[in-house]
C-alpha cells in the first residue's frame, strides 16, 4: 500500500496517481458492496480521489488507507440515506459471485463462490469488517477508525465472520471444539 | 496470558472463553496483536497443539478468503472519471508551478483570478481598481506600470485593504504570457451587476483618486456609461478577437479540441465581451509578429522586466480541486462549504414522458423524475432589463425564502448565452459564504434546450458547450447559519435583515457565481487544464417570498416542488404543494402564462388529483389561461376528470 512504502520522495501528484492505482479497486469494491449500486460507488470513489487531490498531502499521509476507506464510507453513507429518501434504487445490484479468469480447476472456482456467496451472507457489518480487512488490507486499528466500532469489537467480528466462512468450507472442527478436546 | 476457562485439565493456558481464545488466535494468525501478546501466544501455541492447529486453519481460511476477493471482477472507474481526476491533478500540478497567474498569449498583463473577491463593497473596489489599472496598462505599458505600482503602493498598507487580498508581484521575466480580459470581463460584470453605480466603497473611492484621472475614468471600459459601440478595434482590452491575426490559444478539452470561447462575429455584435479562444485562434504560426493593436507588444513585455505588484486574492484556485456535490446531496462543513461546480451536460426528456404517465392518471415512478430537467424545462425566457442584456453571458441568481422548510433560503442561479456562437469548454463555479450558509443542498441543475415544439425529442448535447440562447439554471436549497449575524459597514454586528442588498449594506454576499472557461493547453508531453475566469458575480440578495419574485423562479420552485414531491421527499407533502400551487397561480394570474408555465399549472393539477388534494375542476378554476394562441391541449385532464 502507498503509505507503508516511502512515498516521501513523490510530489503530489505523483503521490496521488500512486494512491489511485493502489486503492482504487479496493474502495470500489468496498463502496460497491457497501452500496450495492456500481455506478455510485464510482461516483463515491472520484468524489473521494478529488478530496485527496484538495487535502493537505502532510495530513493524509501515513494513513491513507485510513483515510480514504473513511471518506469514502461516510460518502456511501451520505449518499444511502438520501437516496433512501430520494429515490428508488435503480441501478442493477452488484453480483459478487463470479467466475475468476484465475481459477485453476472447477473446484476452486467452486470454492472461491462458496466463499463469497458465504461472506455475502453474513450480517453486514461481518461483511464490511472482513472486507476492509482482506481487501483494503487495514489493520484492526485502522478498521477501527474506519467503522467506529472498538477495536473489540472488530476482531470479534472478524473472527465470528471468517468462523462462519470456514465452516462453509467443511471446516466442522472449529476452534472451540478443537481446543475443547 | 491467563486462563481462564479449565473445562479440560490438559488446555493451554489461554486466557478467555472459548470465543475470546478464538478471537485471540484469529488476531494473532491475522498479525494483529503487538508483540507481547504474539509471544504470549507464540509460548500458548508451542505447547498446545490444538491452539496451533487452530492458528494454521485460520491462516489458510484467510488464504482462501483472500483469494476468493482478488477473484472478484474487478471495477475501476469510467474514463470518464480517471479523465477528470487526471485533469485536477495537473490543475494541481499547474498551480504548484505557478499559484496565481496563468499564461495566456500574447496579451497585456493579466491577473488570473483577482475577480474573484470575497468581501461584497470591498471586493467590488478591488475589481474596480484592477479593471481601472488595466486600461492604463494597455494604453501605455510603461507609464501604466508605475501608476499601478503607485496605486499598490497606495493601498499595501492601508487599512482599506480587503484583509482576503494581498499584494502580489508579477514578474515580467518570469511570466511569458498575460490577458487583461479576464479582470476586465470579471469587473465588468461586477459593474453590470452592481447596477452600473460606481462603487460607494471608501476604498474604492480612494483607490480611484490616487490613481485615475477623471478623463480616464470616462474612458474606461468599465464606465457603464460607455455602450457597446464604444468598443472598438483600438479598444485594445476588449477587441480580444482579431479575426485576421488572431492570437495563438489553448485548445479547449471539448468539442474536437476546439478552443474555449469565440463569439465570432467579428467587430460586431458582441465582440466588444473578449471571449477568446476558438479554432480560428490557433492559426497564428509562431514567430509571427504580434498583430498591431494589441495593448502591449512582445518587445514591451520582455523590456518590462520589472515585478508589478498587486492586489491578489488569498482564497483564491483551492476550492475547485474539492469535490462539487450531486444534485440532492446536501453539503455541511464548520468552516468551509466545497464550491459547486456544474457544466452543461447532455440532458434526456423525461419531462414529456412524466407528463404522459400522469394524464392517464398514472404516477411516475420516481426515478424517471429528474427534477433537473424538471426546474429547466419550464424555465420561461427572462430576458434581463437593463445593462446587462448587453453582455455575452449573461449570469442571474435570485433568492427567495423556502415555502417549505423555515430559514431555508432557495437560491437559482442562471447563466444564458445572449450571443450567436456557442460558448465551449464552460463550467460555473457557485461558492458560498461559509459565514452565512450552514449548509446547501443542489436540487437540481440543467440547461434548456428542448423547444417546446420538440419537447418529445431527446436533444443532442455537448458537454460543456452552452448553445445561443441556452439557459443554464441550478437550484438550491440553502440553509442559513443560525442567528446569522454579518457585520455591518460600521463594523457593529447586526442581524440579518430579510431584505437588503449586500452590495449596499456591506455584507458579505451570500454566494458568488463565476463562470470558468477550462481549457487544456500543451506543456510538452502533458496536457495542462487550467481555468479561466470569464464572468462573476455576486447573488442579488433581495429576499422576499417565493410569490413575490420572477415568473421564472416561481415557476423553477414549483418545478422543483412538485418533482421533491412526487420522489417522496417529505419536504414537500401534497398539501403543501397545493398551497405552493395556489399561491403561485394566483400570482400567475396577473400576467398571461407562457405555455409551459400553463403545462407545468396542469402538471401539478395532475399530481394533486391523484392524491385527492382537489378535484381537476376546482384546480382549473384557479389557473391562468394562456393566451388562445399559446394554450396548451388541456383536453386529457379533461377527460379524466370526467372518468
Given amino acids: 500500500m502507498p503509505d507503508r512504502v516511502t512515498t516521501s520522495h513523490l510530489d503530489d501528484a505523483e503521490w496521488v496517481r500512486t494512491v489511485l492505482a493502489e486503492y482504487e479497486r479496493p474502495l470500489l469494491m468496498y463502496c460497491a458492496k457497501f452500496m450495492g449500486d456500481v455506478e455510485a460507488a464510482r461516483d463515491v470513489v472520484q468524489d473521494a480521489f478529488l478530496r485527496l487531490i484538495g487535502a493537505e498531502r502532510e495530513t493524509v499521509e501515513g494513513h491513507i488507507a485510513e483515510w480514504m476507506f473513511t471518506v469514502c464510507r461516510n460518502r456511501c453513507l451520505d449518499v444511502l440515506k438520501k437516496e433512501r429518501r430520494m429515490t428508488a434504487m435503480s441501478e442493477p445490484r452488484v453480483h459478487t459471485i463470479a467466475d475468476s479468469p484465475r481459477a485453476s480447476d472447477d473446484e476452486q472456482i467452486e470454492q472461491r463462490k462458496e466463499i463469497l456467496a458465504m461472506l455475502e451472507a453474513l450480517p453486514e457489518r461481518q461483511q464490511e469488517v472482513i472486507r476492509l480487512k482482506f481487501l483494503g488490507g487495514l489493520s484492526y486499528k485502522e478498521i477501527s477508525r474506519v467503522t467506529e466500532l472498538t477495536v473489540t469489537n472488530v476482531g470479534f467480528l472478524i473472527h465470528t465472520g471468517m468462523k462462519s466462512i470456514r465452516e462453509t468450507l467443511g471446516e466442522h472442527e472449529s476452534a472451540d471444539l478443537d481446543l475443547a478436546r | ?643
Avoid at chain 2, 495537473?90 to 496579451?107: D, M
Avoid at chain 2, 498598507?157 to 480580459?181: G, Q, R, T, V
Fill in chain 2, 1 to 643: 496470558m491467563t486462563h481462564e476457562h479449565d473445562d479440560h485439565p490438559n488446555s493451554t493456558p489461554v486466557p478467555g472463553s472459548r470465543q475470546r481464545l478464538g478471537e485471540r488466535l484469529t488476531a494473532f494468525a491475522l498479525d494483529e496483536l503487538s508483540s507481547d501478546e504474539r509471544a504470549e501466544v507464540d509460548q500458548a501455541i508451542a505447547t498446545d497443539p490444538a491452539a496451533a492447529r487452530e492458528v494454521s486453519r485460520i491462516r489458510q481460511a484467510a488464504a482462501k478468503i483472500d483469494d476468493a476477493m482478488q477473484s472478484e471482477p474487478a471495477l475501476a472507474l469510467t474514463e470518464a472519471q480517471h479523465a477528470r481526476i487526471a485533469d485536477t491533478l495537473r490543475e494541481l500540478e499547474s498551480n504548484q508551478s505557478s499559484n496565481v497567474i496563468v499564461a495566456e498569449t500574447h496579451r497585456v498583463l493579466h491577473i488570473r483570478r483577482i475577480a474573484w473577491y470575497c468581501g461584497g463593497g470591498l471586493a467590488l473596489a478591488a475589481c474596480l481598481a484592477i479593471a481601472l489599472i488595466i486600461p492604463m496598462i494597455a494604453n501605455d505599458p510603461s507609464s501604466s506600470l508605475d501608476v499601478a505600482s503607485e496605486f499598490t503602493e497606495k493601498v499595501e498598507d492601508s487599512p482599506l485593504l480587503p484583509k482576503d487580498f494581498e499584494i502580489a508581484e508579477l514578474d515580467f521575466a518570469k511570466e511569458e504570457h498575460s490577458d487583461s480580459s479576464v479582470a476586465v470581463i470579471a469587473a465588468d460584470s461586477v459593474m453590470r451587476s452592481a447596477g452600473g453605480e460606481p462603487a460607494d466603497d471608501a476604498f474604492a473611492a480612494s483607490a480611484s483618486e490616487a490613481t485615475i484621472p477623471a478623463e480616464q475614468q470616462n474612458n474606461s471600459p468599465m464606465n457603464p456609461a460607455r455602450s457597446r459601440e464604444d468598443f472598438t478595434a483600438d479598444d485594445d482590452i476588449l477587441d480580444l478577437r482579431d479575426s485576421e491575426n488572431p492570437p495563438t490559444s489553448t485548445p479547449a478539452p471539448h468539442a474536437g479540441g476546439r478552443g474555449g470561447f469565440n463569439s465570432g462575429s467579428g467587430s460586431g455584435g458582441n465582440s466588444g465581451r473578449g471571449f477568446v479562444g476558438g479554432e480560428a485562434e490557433s492559426k497564428r504560426p509562431a514567430g509571427e509578429p504580434v498583430p498591431a493593436g494589441l495593448p502591449l507588444n512582445e518587445q514591451s513585455r520582455e523590456s518590462d522586466a520589472v515585478p508589478l505588484r498587486f492586489l491578489r486574492s488569498k482564497t483564491l484556485g483551492k476550492s475547485h480541486t474539492q469535490p462539487s456535490p450531486r444534485e440532492g446531496q446536501r453539503v455541511e462543513r464548520k468552516e468551509s462549504l466545497p464550491d459547486s461546480i456544474l457544466t452543461v451536460v447532455p440532458i434526456t426528456t423525461s419531462v414529456h414522458d412524466m407528463t404522459e404517465t400522469l394524464s392517464v392518471g398514472q404516477r411516475p415512478d420516481v426515478s424517471n423524475v429528474y427534477i433537473n430537467e424538471m426546474i429547466n424545462y419550464f424555465v420561461p425566457d427572462n430576458i434581463p432589463n437593463g445593462d446587462v442584456s448587453e453582455a455575452m453571458l449573461i449570469v442571474q441568481s435570485e433568492s427567495a425564502e423556502s415555502p417549505w422548510i423555515p430559514d431555508h433560503w432557495l437560491l437559482r442561479v442562471s447563466v444564458q448565452n445572449r450571443g450567436e456562437e456557442p460558448v465551449r469548454a464552460i463550467e460555473q463555479v457557485i461558492s458560498f459564504d461559509p459565514e452565512r450558509v450552514a449548509a446547501y443542498e443542489l436540487l437540481g441543475f440543467a440547461h434548456e434546450t428542448v423547444e417546446e415544439s420538440d419537447a418529445a425529442r431527446s436533444p443532442v448535447d455537448v458537454e460543456g458547450v452552452l448553445e445561443p440562447g441556452e439557459t443554464f439554471v441550478a437550484l438550491y436549497d440553502v440553509e442559513r447559519r443560525q442567528n446569522e449575524k454579518v457585520p455591518d459597514s460600521g463594523g457593529a454586528v447586526t442581524p440579518p435583515a430579510t431584505e437588503r442588498r449586500g452590495r449596499e449594506t456591506g455584507v458579505p454576499p451570500l454566494l458568488k457565481v463565476a463562470i470558468r472557461n477550462i481549457a487544456t493547453e500543451r506543456d510538452g508531453e502533458d496536457d495542462r487544464k487550467r481555468a479561466r475566469t470569464l464572468v462573476d458575480h455576486v447573488a442579488d440578495e433581495t429576499v422576499h417570498e417565493v410569490s413575490e419574485s420572477s415568473r421564472a423562479f416561481r415557476m423553477s420552485v414549483l418545478a422543483a416542488a412538485v418533482g421533491l414531491h412526487l420522489k417522496g421527499d417529505p419536504r414537500v407533502p401534497a398539501e403543501l404543494l397545493s398551497d405552493i400551487r395556489a399561491v403561485l397561480v394566483e400570482s400567475t394570474n396577473e400576467n398571461t402564462p407562457t405555455k409551459k408555465e400553463v403545462e407545468l399549472l396542469a402538471l401539478v393539477k395532475q399530481v394533486l388529483a391523484l392524491d385527492k388534494v382537489g378535484s381537476i375542476d376546482s384546480l382549473s378554476q384557479e389557473e391562468p389561461k394562456a393566451d388562445a394562441d399559446d394554450k396548451i391541449d388541456d383536453s386529457t385532464a379533461s377527460e379524466q376528470d370526467d372518468g
